[in-house]
């Protein structure tokens, strides 16, 4: 009987030699976060692999008074751009030239371009925004990483858009893919802002984003410097103290039931 030969998702060979264009949509809760990650997993990629990153920014947001404590913003950066602020604090700590854009996805910028989308939004109807984006056109980006969370749990789930032509029975599905609900228009989002940080810790806890964004952060770097990942996300549940991964797909799997996704409060 031969054993069982573990699953594994390997990054393309294109990836080689040059440097990653990532595109992170929003700057919030788990995308500042996941920005701060990147920069640590830019230094590791020079040191260790002959890879490296060119990340790009978007988000149309100002620093508010509820974003203070949870996010890493300072009062002296109250209605400063989020996205400006923190891409400038990078590039000066760590020597980049990392883009930050001012706006909104995908209007702002051209995500074909990116070969990793990072979407760290706050509604469905901002990833059914991307995803339809992602359906106009033959260029996409290979990875399409998606982080969301309500106030005390979340999920992460890296896949692939599908491209026009081909068909890759080992492709991953990309979070539309495997949770339908959100690219149902008909469920309502939630986006009610927090005007206090009072306010924001009742509804996410403190430290969700954090934990989210590094087991996130975690299954990029084993993607991208060591080559290959064994799952394709994780839920988080602070609560429980639980993270359990979301598996690969199996060549030959069929189509079943998904738990549901956490939609994000406000980030």
């Given at each position: 009987?031969?054993?069982?030969?573990?699953?594994?998702?390997?990054?393309?060979?294109?990836?080689?030699?040059?440097?990653?264009?990532?595109?992170?949509?929003?700057?919030?809760?788990?995308?500042?976060?996941?920005?701060?990650?990147?920069?640590?997993l830019e230094t590791a990629?020079?040191?260790?692999?002959?890879?490296?990153?060119?990340?790009?920014?978007?988000?149309?947001?100002?620093?508010?008074?509820?974003?203070?404590?949870?996010?890493?913003?300072?009062?002296?950066?109250?209605?400063?751009?989020?996205?400006?602020?923190?891409?400038?604090?990078?590039?000066?700590?760590?020597?980049?030239?990392?883009?930050?854009?001012?706006?909104?996805?995908?209007?702002?910028?051209?995500?074909?371009?990116?070969?990793?989308?990072?979407?760290?939004?706050?509604?469905?109807?901002?990833?059914?925004?991307?995803?339809?984006?992602?359906?106009?056109?033959?260029s996409v980006p290979a990875?399409?990483?998606?982080?969301?969370?309500?106030?005390g749990d979340g999920q992460?789930?890296?896949?692939?858009?599908?491209?026009?032509?081909?068909?890759?029975?080992?492709?991953?599905?990309?979070?539309?893919?495997?949770?339908?609900?959100?690219?149902?228009?008909?469920?309502?989002?939630?986006?009610?802002?927090?005007?206090?940080?009072?306010?924001?810790?009742?509804?996410?806890?403190?430290?969700?984003?954090?934990?989210?964004?590094?087991?996130?952060?975690?299954?990029?770097?084993?993607?991208?410097?060591?080559?290959?990942?064994?799952?394709?996300?994780?839920?988080?549940?602070?609560?429980?103290?639980?993270?359990?991964?979301?598996?690969?797909?199996?060549?030959?799997?069929?189509?079943?039931?998904?738990?549901?996704?956490?939609?994000?409060?406000?980030?």
């Open positions: 009987m031969q054993p069982d030969i573990p699953n594994r998702h390997y990054l393309p060979a294109g990836f080689d030699n040059r440097a990653i264009k990532v595109l992170l949509v929003g700057c919030g809760g788990n995308g500042a976060q996941m920005l701060m990650g990147l920069a640590s990629l020079r040191a260790i692999s002959t890879r490296s990153l060119q990340v790009t920014v978007v988000d149309d947001d100002v620093v508010s008074e509820a974003n203070l404590g949870r996010q890493p913003f300072y009062r002296c950066d109250l209605g400063a751009s989020k996205a400006r602020t923190l891409v400038e604090r990078i590039n000066l700590a760590h020597g980049l030239c990392w883009r930050a854009v001012h706006g909104r996805a995908p209007e702002a910028v051209k995500i074909a371009d990116a070969d990793i989308l990072i979407s760290c939004v706050d509604t469905a109807s901002a990833r059914r925004a991307l995803g339809a984006e992602l359906a106009k056109g033959t990875y399409w990483m998606d982080l969301g969370n309500r106030a992460f789930l890296i896949g692939s858009p599908r491209r026009s032509t081909g068909h890759d029975r080992r492709r991953l599905p990309t979070v539309l893919e495997y949770f339908p609900e959100i690219a149902d228009e008909t469920v309502p989002g939630d986006d009610a802002p927090s005007c206090s940080v009072a306010e924001a810790l009742e509804r996410q806890s403190l430290f969700v984003n954090r934990v989210l964004a590094s087991h996130a952060l975690a299954l990029l770097f084993d993607l991208v410097a060591r080559g290959s990942i064994g799952h394709a996300g994780g839920f988080i549940n602070l609560i429980r103290g639980q993270c359990v991964p979301i598996p690969l797909p199996a060549v030959e799997e069929a189509q079943d039931q998904r738990p549901s996704a956490a939609l994000p409060g406000p980030a």
